[in-house]
């Protein structure tokens, strides 16, 4: 029955979007711009992303009866790491920029570039690494029809959208209402995500190199 490794493609999406590395780039992002739509298109631009790369592989995975080798999966691990850490540092660096402009001027935060693009290659470098190959690709090998393992595929990016979507509605509307109500708090929320997101960067890089 296909309907139900269908089903299973879109809860393992949903599910798979909500990894700790996955939330703290995006909370990276989400915390610079804070507006709940503006928030939302961060997170379906990283789920696209996502989604874009996840397909791009599995296909070819799939077409070409291939899979990648241990070397190229800790290489891109580890590259996923640095993302994580150069981008905690570079959210540390705006807030206490941003403090030091405060009080120099008297104005509050710098306002900073936009930063759409990124986020979609974040999500394409999520997809290429990590858990992703493994959740989304692997078990398409089960599934004899190549327009249902398509299908698969599809379906798990539709919930990896859908799920990081959210994620990131909610965590701009958290940002949101604590930057206005308490801007104290909006501040010391942003350097947690960051330290967050540097941490779990180094957690990536560390188990990478040590091949675990």
Known sequence: MIALPLVTALIAGF???????????????VSRRPR??????FGVRWGLGHSAAILAVGGVLIALDLR???????GLEFGVGMMLLGLGVWLLWIVLHGRA???AHGTGSPHGHRHRGATTW???????AGTAPLIAVLPVAFISSTTHAVSYLLLFGVGTVVAMGLYALTAGI????????IPTLGSTLRIVTALASAVIGGVWMY???AGT
């Open 36 to 41: 709940p739509v503006e928030a939302l298109r």
């Open 122 to 128: 974040v999500g394409v470098a999520h997809g290429l």
């Open 15 to 29: 599910v798979h979007a909500l990894e700790a590395d996955h939330m703290a780039a995006v909370t990276t992002f």
């Open 207 to 209: 188990g990478a190199a």
């Open 68 to 74: 990648l080798s241990d070397g190229v999966a800790r």
């Open 174 to 181: 958290v940002f949101r209402y604590a930057g206005e109500r």
């Open 101 to 103: 402009h405060a009080l």
